[in-house]
């Protein structure tokens, strides 16, 4: 009972097999591993689509992203993380609105051995302020968004993107600088608090990894595919959403948060697209 449970049962059927058929389809290696592979195989390739749209419902040009650029911007924002000498897997708070940077400074953090802990800048201050003095993060990246946030605790550390290059200094070598373990951290994601204080939920690599894998078997995305990721970043689906696209060479397109929420501009955004998929 005891390998039925935790081996058996875990492993996911494809296309209609048994689950032990699926072990040898799994990719095992990690999502920072699996990104930037893909950027070394199709550096050209659109990873990522920043899309818009106008209150009365237009939707705007989109801006697409290349898996290099993306890649490049990773390394260059490990670099100032690098600078602060932080310990391993410490807890890298990512204030950051709907836009690319924010997959840049998850893979930055993955990249050199630290984990991440998604803030939405459009949540209210007191329970921004209740996660980070419960979490002890000790870095905060931001791009400006503290200038509204009125938060009243800070961490020993502050990154603003704004004054990070858009590409590492000479030197730098683009890629994992370490490759994590499957036990190290990746992300810490708080719970609402409906029912009592919001508790904080640690997911490891492996986890993660693992969790896409599982996904990966029963949607397997093509190059070309899009994914429209509507989620805040907070909430944990929120990674099945801008990572599975790219852990498989596809297009994840972030919609900004005011379309998110309104459903004229978001049905807007889904028609005015070549996007297939939403979860």
Known sequence: ????????????????????????????????????????????????????????????????????????????????????????????????????????????????????????????????????????????????????????????????LRAVPSTAPSGVRSGPSCVPHPESLAYVLYTSGSTGRPKGVQISQGALASFLGAIEARLPLLPGDQLLAVTTFMFDIAFLEVLLPLVQGATTVLLDHDSTVDPQRLTAAIEGGRTRLLQ
Do not use: K
Request: with cysteine; glycine share 4%; aromatic share 4%.
């Open 1 to 160: 009972d005891h390998e039925r449970l935790l081996a058996a049962w875990n492993e996911p059927p494809v296309d209609g097999g048994e689950p032990s058929q699926a072990r040898a389809t799994l990719d095992t290696r990690l999502v920072v591993q699996r990104i930037y592979a893909v950027a070394r195989e199709c550096p050209d390739r659109v990873a990522v689509e920043v899309r818009t749209t106008s209150p009365e419902g237009r939707v705007h040009p989109p801006r697409a992203v290349s898996y290099r650029a993306v890649c490049l911007r990773a390394d260059a924002i490990s670099a100032a993380l690098r600078d602060l000498e932080l310990p391993a897997e410490a807890l890298v708070g990512v204030a950051l609105d709907r836009e690319c940077d924010f997959l840049a400074t998850c893979l930055a953090a993955w990249r050199i051995g630290l984990a991440v802990l998604p803030l939405d800048p459009t949540h209210p201050p007191a329970r921004l302020d209740a996660i980070l003095e419960d979490s002890d993060a000790t870095v905060l990246v931001h791009a400006g968004a503290l200038d509204r946030l009125a938060m009243s605790r800070r961490p020993v550390h502050e990154v603003d």
